[in-house]
């Protein structure tokens, strides 16, 4: 009886639990400058960004005390030119986000290789596997923009980045 009466006891616990638990999804636009400083080197050449996490802001009304996310995944990003017209001279970009936190390691979100010669924009491939969720558990974080050129360059380049994020919360 008492077995019994545990088991069941048990159970409701948990379906309870799961009913408090359960995630919500909401997405949120990273938009933002990457500026590199020239003189800039044929290969790679990063340039990065600092995003302070503030749940409230990111979340709005889906804010409460306690929230946490559990997970981020890129849902698109897209890299456009600021001081010229087309993304001549780049054969390729990748997007990582890195943090000051030892224990995690950095984590390429998208990447785009080959860039089309004379592109406007560059839509980068997500990663299917990539989940940056406690990345936005951090205080800040990095957003990195490695740009890959095809030779030596003596200007600064500076580019927009509208980066979509698709994030579950509790």
């Not at 044929?42 to 996490?53: F, I, M, R, T």
């Not at 849902?75 to 010229?84: K, L, N, Q, R, W």
């Not at 785009?112 to 936005?136: M, V, W």
């Amino acid at each position: 009886m008492k077995l019994k009466f545990l088991s069941i006891a048990l159970a409701a616990i948990t379906f309870f639990g799961a009913c408090n638990n359960s995630d919500q999804a909401t997405e949120i636009t990273v938009t933002d400058t990457f500026t590199l400083e020239g003189p800039l080197y044929e290969g790679s050449n990063p340039a990065q960004l600092v995003y302070a996490v503030d749940l409230k802001t990111l979340l709005g009304d889906k804010y409460h005390e306690g929230v946490k996310i559990t997970d981020a995944t890129l849902a698109s990003a897209t890299i456009s030119p600021i001081d010229s017209g087309s993304l001549s001279g780049i054969n390729s970009m990748v997007l990582s986000v890195a943090s000051d936190n030892p224990e995690l390691k950095m984590l390429e979100l998208g990447v785009i290789n080959p860039i089309k010669e004379g592109s406007q924009t560059a839509a980068l491939n997500p990663s299917g596997e990539a989940n940056a969720g406690k990345y936005f558990q951090e205080k800040q974080y990095y957003i990195i923009l490695d740009v890959g050129l095809n030779a030596d360059i003596e200007d600064n380049l500076s580019f927009k980045g509208e980066i979509k994020f698709n994030l579950k919360h509790n």
